[in-house]
């Protein structure tokens, strides 16, 4: 489930902030399927590697990290460092993303104050808002009341009084939640501020498994397209990786990945969370 996934992703929105916004999230999904696996989801470092490496991996989060230049770090990507081999593969833009993702999702994470308003949420708010803030359908039928995405334009674009007024006063048919300390309520109030946006996102490295099975054989396995299925339906497979493909939006890449285009027929059986994470490993496929 989304929210198993460490804290990472909850905390790279601040208020308003979107052109950087946009950034970090596409590095989320760099991070994910280049760093994670040596850095941990939290930015901890996997401390098996670092074992076997006989190295240190200092957090993302840490002072050491955070206090160097934005060229250090991508010096560290492109280059490699002590027992770190260069990350291959990566755009420009993609290393400026993940960058951005280092910089402003790990020393928020560190901070612990999403970290808390997790918690909160999952007690309080989410059996109503479902764990990622798509909102319990069977309730919504039930209360006959649309529930808005917490990630959604309508709700972010709520201050943070607005958003504790919500949770201490109610709004509409929700009752306000009792038993919750100010600190609580500023804690979840960040948790929905800085979450969602990023869980929409989707998860690179689950749609990486939902690629696998679903369009490698006919794509290929890094998107360069099936050179043999290409000669045989007479069609020309663009690099999903390229500049055309990449220029699409993410609801055109969604709707031919799931209604089909051209000589492509619909791919079927794919829930929302699936397609959404699909599109974050399709961004990942990015060529410079
Ligand atoms: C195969 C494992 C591996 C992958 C993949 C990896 N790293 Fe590293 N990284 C390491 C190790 C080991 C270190 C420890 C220090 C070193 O070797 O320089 C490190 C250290 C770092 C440091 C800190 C350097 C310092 O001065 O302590 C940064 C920043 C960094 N990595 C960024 C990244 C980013 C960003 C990615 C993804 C684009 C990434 N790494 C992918 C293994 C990896
Ligand atoms: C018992 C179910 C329930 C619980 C528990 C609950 N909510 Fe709600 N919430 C609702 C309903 C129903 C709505 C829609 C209200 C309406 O439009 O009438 C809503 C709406 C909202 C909205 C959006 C207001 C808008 O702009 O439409 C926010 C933000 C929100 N809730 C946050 C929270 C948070 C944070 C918590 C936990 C601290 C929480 N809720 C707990 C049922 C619940
Ligand atoms: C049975 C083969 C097949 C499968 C499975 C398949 N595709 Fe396709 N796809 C195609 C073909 C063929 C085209 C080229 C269509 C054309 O130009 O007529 C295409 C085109 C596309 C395009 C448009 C690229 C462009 O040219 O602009 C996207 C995006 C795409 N596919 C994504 C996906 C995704 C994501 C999946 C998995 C959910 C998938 N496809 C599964 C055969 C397939």
Redesign the pocket.
Known sequence: MKLLIPLVMFVLFTVGNVAWAADAKAGKAVYDTKCKSCHGAGGEGNAALAKTLKVEIKPFGSKEIQAKTDDQIKKQITQGGVKMQPVKGLSDTQVQDVIAFVRLGFPLLAAGDAQAGKVVYESKCKTCHGAGGEGNTALAKTLKVEFKPLASKEVQAKNDADLKKVVTQGIGKMKPVPGLSDKQVENVVAFVRLGFPLLAAGDAQAGKV??DS??K???GAGGE??AA??KT?K????H?GSK??QA?TND??KK???E??????P?KG?SDTQ?QD??AF?RSLAKS
């Open positions: 939902v690629y679903k369009c054989t006919c794509h397209g099936n299925l290409a339906l069609v020309e497979f663009k999903l055309q493909v699409k055109q890449l031919e990945s799931t089909g285009i051209g000589k492509m027929q791919v794919l397609v699909l599109i399709v």
